[in-house]
DNA sequence: GCAAATTCGCGCACAAACGAGCACAAAACG
DNA sequence: CGTTTTGTGCTCGTTTGTGCGCGAATTTGC
């Protein structure tokens, strides 16, 4: 009505700004606060959620961010689409023969990978994740490599200058990497360019090239691009997937399996 | 104390909290603790558990450790003479200043050395043992640098080629290693040829060298000769130690700390 | 090794919160 | 001027979180 109303945006502003304030705040606080129904209160938490600049929790929102819970996000990831990751996991793992040498990022649904490859024979494992590791030391039947470097905490896995360098000394017959995001228009995304320039290096150490993700990544977009799609030899993901998308994906000559 | 009313996840990350604080906590305290019914804490108990995030016991939860099977030599050795080499632990990491470059070998006793490190300030740790990187990546305080290369399962640790390029690349403040045995005659040793020589390496890479070990290993002999006594600035064991080999380890111009 | 006491998991009930659809008003646009 | 777009609020059927009770399972104590 007049002066004190505020247009959409600012609120939302606002929003955020109380909520990381506060730590949390609750739908009907922040009706009151703002003098509107609790109706408009959720839309606009819904949209805050959507770009991640807060998380939606039953009665509220609260910060994006948690403060001191020491949640590794990589195991909060795998929880993420478990179903289609285990089903991209085992698809993955058929296309591998015994013997082979495989370069083996470790994001959440290469552990997926990992999990499967307690069939196979003799294979030689590079990995850079401390999880990857983990997951195939059970199983105790093949060769593994792990690449040296800084740890990062939140990601369990090594970065850095010097496992780029020790990267380079090794060749591979089969390439696996996740990704963050990808479109058919900008390629495949990684989190921050950092990975994305690691990653890069991953490419550039063998021959074949499989790109696993499940199909929600396609919505998605990310701040880093690794690579075009075309640089793709064979995209596994899950029946999810968009038809429309995946023929343009078949067109830019990337195989393409969706279980 | 100060909880008008929280929201589910909240509370949950706050439990998740608790027990990384205090190791182990009941449903019960819990329950008192929100002032929610204990099946609510139950049912948060659960859903943080199958996130991995605590583990489930009956009547409570313990701190989520996702380590490690128990048939491993390494996991298995930390309990043979374990007072002595927490003991031993505790003193060497008194000689070590907030700020250093550490390079920490990951045997039984360096592993009790990663324990008490988390007092400390601003470290750079590297080191080649996986457990010592799953010890202090708990403590969070610390750069850590982990080598790469081939992963020997009964270790849990890097070795290999790879490892000791990676390794020439770096230059530290302490060195700090474990034996298989020591004597004043046949010098430290360790198992295979092949750990002595890595272990060599080790050695080039920083001024001063610390070797930290039980006194049982003063009665053994090894293999493979990894140096003299003489090469060893510093050497922490337990107050088993034989009080004559003890003063001809000094005559060695050896720095002698039993504790 | 058995009995008692906890503790657990499941189903049900209830209240709060939610999302979707619809209606209305104000602004934007041609 | 009419039409479209956008923001808002309402209603209603559905989902989610919570607590309680009961039978089953697990510890604990002797």
Redesign the interface.
């Known amino acids: 009505m007049t002066h004190s109303e505020l247009m959409t945006l600012e609120r939302q502003e606002q929003i955020v700004q109380l909520v990381n304030q506060a ?2 705040i ?1 739908v009907s606080e922040l009706s009151a606060h703002f003098g509107v129904s609790e109706t408009t209160i959720r839309r606009d938490l819904a949209a805050l959620a959507a770009r991640n600049l807060v ?1 939606r ?4 929102v ?1 910060r994006a961010v ?1 403060v ?4 590794i996000p990589i ?2 990831r795998q ?1 993420e689409h478990a179903a289609e990751k285990e089903r991209i996991g085992a698809a993955t793992a058929e296309l591998i023969r015994d013997g082979e040498t495989l370069l083996l990022a470790g994001g959440s649904t290469g552990l997926a990978v990992a999990r499967h490859l307690n069939h196979h024979q003799n294979l030689t494992i590079i990995t850079e994740s ?1 999880l990857v ?2 997951e195939l ?2 199983q ?1 039947h093949h ?9 990062a ?1 939140e990601e ?1 896995a ?1 970065r850095g200058t ?2 780029r ?2 990267l380079e ?1 090794l060749c591979v017959d089969k390439v696996i990497i996740g990704a963050r995001a990808v479109s058919v228009e900008r390629g495949v995304s990684a989190e921050t360019p950092e990975e994305a320039e690691f990653l890069r290096t991953f490419l550039e150490r063998g021959e074949h090239t499989i790109l696993v993700t499940d199909s929600s990544k396609f919505h998605l977009s990310a701040l880093a691009r690794l690579c075009s799609l075309s640089a793709i030899n064979t995209l596994v993901t899950d029946r999810g997937l968009d038809e429309e998308i995946a023929r343009q994906v078949q067109e830019l000559g990337v195989y393409l399996i969706t279980v």
């Open positions: 730590g949390r609750t998380r929790t039953h009665g509220g609260m948690p001191a819970t020491s949640e195991l909060q929880n401390l590791v983990h030391l059970r105790e060769r593994l490599i792990l690449l040296g470097g800084t740890v905490p369990l090594v010097l496992a360098q020790m000394q």
